[in-house]
């Protein structure tokens, strides 16, 4: 059993990082073979459009053609059996090397056809870790939901099942008092980092757990 997460976040041991590496352990707590893998520290782009992975016949259908760092580990993912995704929300949104990683992975697999279908070798399970700054009740309402449902969507379809996680409220600095972000209630953050978020690193854990058990 090998489990791969992957860190879209800057930060190598800040809120995402935290989530992946407890799932792992939770694999790893059953002995499943585990590897984080940082993608700010890889070279690679988003999508070039250039259609290959579509082109019947050619050599690199089902396959993106693109050699960066991101050839080794499409490779990687095809030998493993569970991924796991993790991105702060910035703006509304995962990070752009996030975006980017999961356009290239999911599009070359992605056919086109009605309903779309799959041409990734076998089903995987897979999850994906959000963590923001925001509370759930702001979160909400900015259309978060719909993004998260959508990215679940895609990761079912090629991989055969997905499930989330949120973690809100969570900080961005260490202290506060060195920021200018009055918006902030920095006691709420205080607390939800000492009562809420070891419950998230706990949920992290049996997610990697569960997969690694399945």
């Not at 585990?34 to 993608?39: G, Q, V």
């Not at 050699?67 to 702060?88: R, T, V």
């Not at 979160?139 to 969507?153: D, H, Q, Y």
């Not at 600095?173 to 690193?201: I, N, W």
Request: net charge positive.
């Amino acid at each position: 059993m090998k489990v791969i997460a992957f860190n879209g976040s800057p930060r190598k041991n800040w809120n995402t990082a935290i989530l992946l590496k407890k799932a792992l352990e939770g694999a790893a707590s059953v002995g499943a073979k585990t590897e984080l893998i940082n993608l700010y520290e890889l070279n690679y782009r988003g999508c070039y459009s250039c259609f290959a992975c579509k082109t019947l016949n050619g050599k690199n259908y089902g396959t993106c053609p693109i050699k960066d760092d991101l050839l080794p580990i499409f490779k990687k993912i095809e030998n493993a059996d569970a991924i796991i995704l993790g991105s702060p929300i910035y703006l509304g949104r995962i990070t752009g090397e996030m975006q980017s990683f999961f356009e290239r992975l999911v599009f070359q697999y992605l056919t086109y056809t009605n309903p779309p279908a799959s041409l990734f070798p076998k089903k995987i399970l897979t999850a994906f870790i959000y963590t923001m700054g925001q509370t759930e009740e702001i979160a909400k309402p900015m259309g978060s939901e719909g993004l998260f449902n959508s990215l679940e969507r895609s990761l079912t379809i090629i991989f055969g099942s997905s499930e989330k996680l949120l973690s809100f409220n969570t900080y961005q600095f260490e202290d506060y008092s060195k920021f200018h972000a009055p918006k902030f209630d920095v006691g709420a953050k205080e607390k939800q980092r000492t009562e809420v978020f070891p419950l998230d690193c706990q949920k992290a854990f049996a997610i990697g757990k569960r997969f690694a058990i399945k």
